[in-house]
């Protein structure tokens, strides 16, 4: 049974940082692409972050240059370092397992098979 359950979230001042992590079990990690969505009230579910295998790591372009996706395969664990938060940060964030083969379409979250249930960020003074 695969699981991933999401940690670290919480209410920052604009400006600060917070570092999300995505406990995995059940999969091959290692074999999977590993993303971070994020939904805003209101608004539909869009692309953080995600790591592909060959070496493919991407960033949106709203968090490019402030957030970083890593893995730890020792762990089975993905993380997402928020820097220089923004209020329009404030979302719940997800993370998402997409099963090999890698299709490419790393932005899409209809290719990923697998979610946690989502952390809440919010960024307010």
């Known amino acids: 049974q695969v699981q991933l359950v999401e940690s670290g979230g919480g209410l920052v001042l604009p400006g600060g940082s917070l570092r999300l992590a995505c406990a995995t079990s059940g999969l091959n990690f290692s074999a999977y692409t590993m993303g971070w969505f994020r939904q805003a009230p209101g608004k539909e579910r869009e692309s953080v972050a995600a790591?592909?295998?060959?070496?493919?790591?991407v960033h949106t372009d709203p968090v490019k240059g402030r957030f970083t996706i890593s893995i730890d395969n020792a762990k089975n664990t993905l993380y997402l370092q928020m820097n220089s938060l923004k209020p329009e940060d404030t979302a719940v964030y997800y993370c998402?397992?997409?099963?090999?083969?890698?299709?490419?379409?790393?932005?899409?979250?209809?290719?990923?098979?697998?979610w946690g249930q989502g952390t809440q960020v919010t960024v307010s003074s």
């Open positions: 790591i592909a295998r060959y070496g493919i790591i």
């Open positions: 998402a397992a997409d099963p090999p083969p890698y299709g490419g379409r790393w932005w899409v979250s209809d290719e990923y098979a697998y």
